[in-house]
Protein backbone atom coordinates (compact mmCIF):
# COMPACT_ATOMS: atom_id res chain seq x y z
CA UNK A 1 0.00 0.00 0.00
CA UNK A 2 3.15 2.69 0.86
CA UNK A 3 4.05 1.92 -2.87
CA UNK A 4 1.41 3.05 -4.05
CA UNK A 5 0.37 6.18 -2.16
CA UNK A 6 3.81 6.96 -3.20
CA UNK A 7 3.27 6.84 -6.55
CA UNK A 8 0.06 8.39 -5.89
CA UNK A 9 2.07 11.28 -4.74
CA UNK A 10 4.56 11.69 -7.31
CA UNK A 11 1.77 11.19 -10.16
CA UNK A 12 0.28 14.33 -8.33
CA UNK A 13 3.30 16.22 -8.21
CA UNK A 14 4.29 15.20 -11.70
CA UNK A 15 0.71 16.62 -13.04
CA UNK A 16 0.75 19.68 -11.85
CA UNK A 17 4.25 20.05 -13.34
CA UNK A 18 3.07 18.92 -16.59
CA UNK A 19 0.08 21.69 -16.33
CA UNK A 20 2.46 24.60 -15.19
CA UNK A 21 5.11 23.82 -17.66
CA UNK A 22 2.75 23.33 -20.79
CA UNK A 23 0.53 26.73 -19.86
CA UNK A 24 3.82 29.03 -19.56
CA UNK A 25 5.57 27.93 -22.29
CA UNK A 26 2.95 29.39 -25.11
CA UNK A 27 3.20 32.56 -23.23
CA UNK A 28 6.83 32.65 -24.66
CA UNK A 29 7.18 30.39 -27.93
CA UNK A 30 3.06 31.09 -29.01
CA UNK A 31 0.24 29.07 -29.23
CA UNK A 32 0.59 27.92 -32.79
CA UNK A 33 2.16 24.62 -32.49
CA UNK A 34 1.84 22.37 -29.21
CA UNK A 35 5.21 23.78 -27.93
CA UNK A 36 4.29 23.26 -24.07
CA UNK A 37 3.61 19.36 -24.49
CA UNK A 38 6.62 18.86 -26.71
CA UNK A 39 8.70 20.29 -24.30
CA UNK A 40 7.23 18.81 -21.50
CA UNK A 41 8.03 15.18 -23.33
CA UNK A 42 11.07 15.60 -23.86
CA UNK A 43 12.07 17.10 -20.80
CA UNK A 44 10.35 13.87 -19.86
CA UNK A 45 12.09 12.19 -21.57
CA UNK A 46 15.76 13.39 -20.86
CA UNK A 47 14.79 13.05 -16.58
CA UNK A 48 13.61 9.37 -17.32
CA UNK A 49 16.94 8.72 -19.31
CA UNK A 50 19.52 10.08 -16.38
CA UNK A 51 17.13 8.81 -13.39
CA UNK A 52 17.16 5.06 -14.46
CA UNK A 53 20.46 5.29 -15.87
CA UNK A 54 21.90 7.08 -12.49
CA UNK A 55 19.66 4.52 -10.21
CA UNK A 56 20.82 1.25 -12.07
CA UNK A 57 24.08 2.02 -12.91
CA UNK A 58 25.82 4.69 -10.78
CA UNK A 59 24.03 3.43 -6.89
CA UNK A 60 20.98 1.55 -5.93
CA UNK A 61 18.74 3.76 -4.19
CA UNK A 62 15.12 1.87 -1.99
CA UNK A 63 12.91 0.86 -4.75
CA UNK A 64 9.99 3.11 -2.94
CA UNK A 65 12.15 6.35 -3.81
CA UNK A 66 12.73 5.09 -7.81
CA UNK A 67 9.22 4.34 -8.06
CA UNK A 68 7.90 7.57 -6.41
CA UNK A 69 10.57 9.52 -8.53
CA UNK A 70 10.53 7.68 -11.90
CA UNK A 71 6.88 6.34 -12.22
CA UNK A 72 5.09 8.82 -9.80
CA UNK A 73 6.58 11.98 -10.57
CA UNK A 74 8.12 11.71 -14.07
CA UNK A 75 5.31 9.38 -15.12
CA UNK A 76 3.08 11.53 -13.42
CA UNK A 77 5.32 14.41 -16.10
CA UNK A 78 4.77 12.28 -19.25
CA UNK A 79 3.94 8.54 -19.78
CA UNK A 80 5.86 9.37 -22.92
CA UNK A 81 8.79 9.65 -21.02
CA UNK A 82 8.22 5.75 -20.24
CA UNK A 83 7.14 4.94 -23.61
CA UNK A 84 10.98 6.29 -24.83
CA UNK A 85 12.77 4.67 -22.02
CA UNK A 86 11.20 1.31 -22.70
CA UNK A 87 11.66 1.49 -26.25
CA UNK A 88 15.63 2.10 -25.96
CA UNK A 89 15.51 -0.42 -23.70
CA UNK A 90 14.27 -3.01 -26.04
CA UNK A 91 16.93 -1.07 -28.37
CA UNK A 92 19.90 -1.76 -26.19
CA UNK A 93 18.96 -5.49 -25.78
CA UNK A 94 18.79 -5.54 -29.64
CA UNK A 95 15.15 -6.60 -29.89
CA UNK A 96 14.61 -4.50 -32.99
CA UNK A 97 11.16 -6.15 -34.09
CA UNK A 98 10.11 -5.78 -30.71
CA UNK A 99 10.89 -1.98 -30.49
CA UNK A 100 9.50 -1.41 -34.08
CA UNK A 101 6.34 -3.18 -32.69
CA UNK A 102 5.90 -1.56 -29.87
CA UNK A 103 6.50 1.89 -31.62
CA UNK A 104 4.43 1.34 -34.24
CA UNK A 105 1.45 -0.17 -32.21
CA UNK A 106 1.63 2.73 -29.80
CA UNK A 107 1.33 5.40 -32.32
CA UNK A 108 -1.25 3.75 -34.79
CA UNK A 109 -3.43 1.77 -31.84
CA UNK A 110 -2.91 5.07 -29.70
CA UNK A 111 -4.30 7.20 -32.64
CA UNK A 112 -6.86 5.28 -33.18
CA UNK A 113 -8.41 4.99 -30.20
CA UNK A 114 -8.16 8.87 -29.84
CA UNK A 115 -10.20 9.31 -33.28
CA UNK A 116 -12.90 6.38 -32.21
CA UNK A 117 -12.67 8.04 -28.53
CA UNK A 118 -13.80 11.40 -30.17
CA UNK A 119 -16.36 9.53 -32.34
CA UNK A 120 -18.03 8.13 -29.38
CA UNK A 121 -17.42 11.43 -27.62
CA UNK A 122 -20.17 13.29 -29.91
CA UNK A 123 -22.59 10.78 -29.45
CA UNK A 124 -22.70 11.38 -25.97
Known amino acids: MKTYALVFL ?16 PRYWGSSFPYGIL ?11 IVMTVFENRFLINPSLRMFIAIGIIGGFTTFSTFSYETLAMLHDSEFLKAGLY ?13 IGSIIGKIF
Open 39 to 49: TVNILGCFLIG
Open 10 to 25: GGGIGAVLRYWLSGAI
Open 103 to 115: VTSSVLFGLGATY
